[in-house]
């Protein structure tokens, strides 16, 4: 009984293998499959014309680093996407102190005029930046924590100081200090709003733009778009995943106008710190997944981790 046993699974085997042959292919008697070889994972599509670089805030790096570490930290962030043009966002007014109702403009007073609410610094900080934006061909936003400072005065007040720069492209608007303390998240963008800012930005450059900035879809105007970039700068993500699903449904949400994203606040260094490379990896991550993304930026309270101080 054994023998006819050991026959008969010899004859299987030999079944098996001429079977295998017919077929083309090969068996390894006794050897485990091959595991499959992984699938390369394709690099995402570099929109033309995306912005890469940094965010610049008078409070978010100390030491203030100078003008060239700006231009070699932008540059560095924008060589990490293939034919990005590298670009900043500078928070050129940023509100005086965490609820305001005034905001604090870190440039001189440019005419001695009176700007009700606003406080002035006695050396302009951003200038020397900008000079070197021009000369390197670095894109720069001039962003505005308004606080109770009214929006129009801010416009003209901003541009009326810093347009005369070939590397600036326009004017933003960071919601969450717009009427503060009024509204616990800030006032809520109306469409007609967001019109006459784009309108009278327009007026010192056609090819301006303005910048929305907020974490909420809700804050922002409801339809129009002319002129608009829908910045996000959500964070304390559990994961990668977890905030490029919420971008995605940013980027959707107001597709097809272009939207931007700021990434790399500490509460999420939990997580980001661990990737090879943090800048790369979240933005090529955002950029497969949200088509209408024209701006990527490093935020700099964390920027000395990924580019160290001088």
Known sequence: MKATFRSFLKWGVLLLIVFALTLGGTVSVGAKPPRPTPTPTEPPVIPDGLRAGLRSSDYGLNPWPSANW?????????????????????????IDGMSGPGCWAHFPNPDGATYPGVRF???????????AFDQAGIKAWLQV????????????LVLGHYSHHPSVIGFG??????????????????????????????????????FVKHWLESQMPPTYRDGLVFINDSQGFRSLDAMVTDFAAWGQHFYPAPVGFQYGYSRDSRWWSRLSNPPQDIGNAILSRVPNTMDLYWVDFTAYDIWPPE
């Not at 610094?121 to 000079?131: C, G, I, M, R």
């Not at 924590?145 to 003209?156: P, Q, R, V, Y």
């Not at 009427?179 to 309108?199: C, F, H, M, R, S």
């Open 121 to 131: 610094d006695a050396e302009d900080q951003f200038e020397p930046l900008l000079a």
């Open 173 to 210: 608007v960071d919601d969450e200090w717009y009427l503060n303390k009024e509204y616990q998240v800030g006032k809520p963008i109306t469409d007609l709003e967001a019109q006459a800012w784009v309108q009278q930005v327009r007026g010192y450059n056609p090819e301006y733009q303005v």
């Open 70 to 94: 700006w231009v070699d930290s932008i540059s560095s962030m924008a060589g990490r996407f293939p034919g990005s043009v590298g670009s900043a966002i500078l928070v050129v007014v940023e």
């Open 145 to 156: 924590e308004s606080s109770g400072c009214d929006m129009a005065m801010l416009i003209d």
